[in-house]
C-alpha cells in the first residue's frame, strides 16, 4: 500500500502539468481578428519609423515582420495586431548581416575561377585544356 500512497501525489501533479501545456503553449498575441488592424497599416506604421520591410507574415497570432530600421540594421520583430507594438523584437548590429551571408562570401573566396565544366565532360585534368589540342608524351 505504501507505494500505491508515493505514486498517487506523482501521478496527479504529472496529469495536472500535461493539462496545462495546450493553455501555456498558446499564441503570442490573442487579439480577435476582428480587431486586428490591416497589412497595409502595418507597412504604413513601418515607413513612418523608417523601417524597410523584407517580409511580412502571421506568426502565432502576431504580425511577424523582417527588414531593416532606420539605422540599416537587420530586425525580426513581433507586433500586436490590434496595436501594432512590438511583443518582441530582434536586432543585429550594423554590418553583420549573419552566418547565412558569411558562409556565401566564404565559398565565394574559395569557388574556382574557371568556369564550369559542361554536362557530361570528364574530369578537369592539367593534360586538357579547353579549347587546345591533348598535351602527352607517350613512352
Not at 513612418?48 to 504580425?63: H, S, T, V
Amino acid at each position: 500500500m505504501k507505494t500505491r500512497q508515493t505514486i498517487a501525489p506523482g501521478l496527479l501533479a504529472l496529469t495536472l502539468g500535461a493539462a496545462a501545456l495546450p493553455a501555456w503553449a498558446g499564441d503570442d498575441c490573442d487579439v480577435p481578428i476582428q480587431r486586428w488592424q490591416s497589412r497595409e497599416a502595418v507597412r504604413q506604421m513601418a515607413a513612418d519609423k523608417g523601417w524597410e520591410l523584407q517580409r511580412l507574415k502571421i506568426d502565432d497570432g502576431c504580425y511577424e515582420v523582417r527588414g531593416r530600421d532606420a539605422e540599416g540594421r537587420r530586425f525580426k520583430a513581433k507586433l500586436d495586431p490590434e496595436t501594432l507594438e512590438p511583443v518582441s523584437m530582434k536586432r543585429r548590429e550594423r554590418g553583420d548581416d549573419g552566418r547565412r551571408d558569411r558562409e556565401r562570401e566564404r565559398r565565394r573566396e574559395h569557388a574556382p575561377s574557371e568556369p564550369a565544366a559542361s554536362p557530361g565532360a570528364g574530369p578537369a585534368s592539367p593534360l586538357f585544356t579547353p579549347g587546345s589540342k591533348p598535351r602527352a608524351q607517350v613512352e
